[in-house]
């Protein structure tokens, strides 16, 4: 898929994406939970002894190459053909699951589709991406989402869709869940289970990417290689969590992507010298410019299930 539709997927800002989907980040509950205690759900930032901080749309485009440009996930299909398009995934993901259950799981869907010829190939690849890597649901794990049928069908034509903002909008909303939970859980005193379905990877990464006293020995990355490489299969061990988090004020990274590292090109819109740039509806700029931009605005943040409020001003100093 990858030769075939390569160039395409760099015109809708997706190719990098993918190709990081297949590097892995390990659970570090502990760490997770840590900063989760630090959350404020009234501004969206971490709220710690010496400062506020927060994933901006900085970090999902840099660390996981989503897109911050195009139109909104909720975009519907607005044609006849677009709907009939739709129509037969939900139909493929019936007929896939052969009968041994209502819908088809990422096994039936890659068997029913994959190396067929079939006509809808692309688009069942990437609901298959979108629903296993991007758009989790507690159903998606076991089956094919059609919540991400539309987005999938968008894509394949060539259309961008800013997959960022949804993506930052789910943690945002799963970060105010989880810290609800935990609060929950410690004034009624319950075990209950928490799941959560964001891309709690990010946060992850986030942490590890600034905390310079809570993480392991970063991967080295070749050249050509995404940033994420850095932290592939790593695996960390930290007693008390909390220690770090709240004492490396002086040697938290506010803006780790501004630094040069071996085998990874800096974006172009961390240059060596300051420039004044005016941004309006007139000027035409660099996608890359246009693009870091965005992560600077405050906006709402548009997602599949939520929109949360994103106030990077906060956090720009």
């Known amino acids: 898929m ?5 160039a395409l997927w760099e015109q809708v800002g997706i190719c990098e994406a993918i190709l990081s989907s297949r590097y892995h980040i390990k659970q570090h509950k502990e760490l997770v939970l840590g900063i989760v205690e630090k959350w404020c759900l009234k501004t969206n930032t971490f709220v710690f ?22 139109e909104s996930v909720l975009i ?20 896939a699951a052969r009968g041994r259950c209502k819908f088809a799981s990422p096994k039936d869907w890659m068997d029913y589709f994959m190396g067929t010829g079939h006509e809808l190939e ?19 794990i076991h089956y094919v989402g059609k919540h991400v049928f539309p987005i999938a069908i968008h894509l394949a034509r060539g259309n961008r ?11 945002y909303k799963d ?6 939970r935990i609060f929950y859980s410690v004034v009624v005193q319950t075990n209950e289970l928490v799941n959560v379905y964001a891309p709690f990877q990010l946060v992850l990464v986030w942490a590890w990417e600034r905390f310079l006293g809570s993480r392991p020995m970063p991967n080295s990355i070749s050249h050509g ?3 994420i490489t850095k932290w592939h299969r790593l695996k960390v061990n930290v007693s008390d969590i909390k220690l770090p988090i709240n004492s490396t004020g002086k040697s938290f990274q ?13 974006p172009k819109f961390y240059a060596d010298e300051e420039q004044h740039i005016l941004i309006d509806s007139h000027t035409h700029l660099n996608e890359d410019i246009h693009s870091f931009a965005r992560c600077l605005r405050v906006s709402e943040l548009v997602g599949l299930e939520s929109i949360e409020q994103y106030l990077p001003q906060r956090v720009s100093m």
């Open 2 to 6: 990858h030769d075939k539709y390569q």
């Open 49 to 70: 002894p010496w400062g506020e901080a927060t994933i901006t749309l900085e970090d999902v485009m840099v660390c996981w190459d989503f897109s911050v440009l195009g």
């Open 76 to 95: 519907p299909l607005k044609t006849k053909q677009l709907v009939e398009v739709e129509g037969k995934l939900i139909k493929g993901r019936k007929e």
């Open 122 to 140: 692309h688009e069942a690849f990437l609901s298959l991406w979108l629903s296993n890597f991007v758009f989790v649901t507690s159903t998606s």
């Open 161 to 171: 869709v800013t997959l960022a903002t949804a993506v930052l909008s789910r943690i």
């Open 175 to 180: 970060l105010s869940w989880l810290k609800d």
């Open 225 to 227: 290689e995404p940033r």
């Open 254 to 266: 506010w803006r780790p992507y501004a630094i040069a590292i071996n085998g990874w090109s800096l």
